[in-house]
């Protein structure tokens, strides 16, 4: 049985009626989302879709036109909830590209978060972040290098490190194993199914990556005209008869993904 059959289908977040406009661009429109406590939901749509425009409102980052966004049953942008310290230590965000300080080390970009929300005295962070370091997959010799002398895929765990820093109960994940060779991605893919069972954490992911839906997630939400099109068992989700959703799924890149995780068409 799932985690997320386990939890009864408690949701962690919430989005109804969010309605994302950047000037004249209307990118969601009474857009609703539930993320379940224990899963890994993966989100999925076409370039323009506001796939991370949508993490970036969930993690209160983007305060939507219309609409509420709850996390752990608070209104994210409630007056006074934005400054809430305890609400932000329950999440984890790795952003494109890692969004990693250049002039800090990597354990120094792990023991930020540590020293800014945790309070914790500098020498006291910098050893707990080279235990997140290790968690995360680095080797310890890359805690005292810079960003710009990581590879491609240290700097995704790197990154993911600093995401695990305070502990928290969700990860939001922005397309995390763009860029990484095959090998490298599946190896990201491993990580972040361990770290669920481990931690028991709840996993929103931004992805395009067909190995990625097939390996890790349990939901796959599909975004389409403005809103959720779809968000169910990948199976399900595969079936359904929509144009978008069948050359994704169905064309050379799905059929290959998925007779490389057993699923022949």
Known sequence: MSAAARTHFEAVAQARGVRNCFGAQTVHDGLDLDVRRGEVLAVVGGSGTGKSVLLRTLVGLNRP????????GQDVY??????????????GVLFQQG???????????VALPLV?????PEAEAMRLAALKAA????????????????SGGMIKRAALARALALDPDILFLDEPTAGLDPIGAAAFDQLILTLRGALGLTVFLVTHDLDTLYTIADRVAVLANRRV?????????AAIDDTWIQEYFHGPRGRAAQAAHGHVP
């Open 65 to 72: 036109a219309a609409g509420s966004v709850c996390l752990f």
């Open 78 to 91: 409630a007056p006074g909830v934005q400054g809430n310290t305890g609400l932000a230590r329950r999440v």
């Open 99 to 109: 969004a990693l300080f250049s002039s800090l080390t990597v354990l120094e970009n």
């Open 116 to 120: 800014e929300h945790a309070r914790l």
């Open 135 to 150: 968690l995360a997959g680095l080797p310890v010799d890359a805690g005292n290098k810079l960003p710009k002398e990581l």
């Open 229 to 237: 099109l779809a968000n169910d068992r990948l199976e399900a989700v």
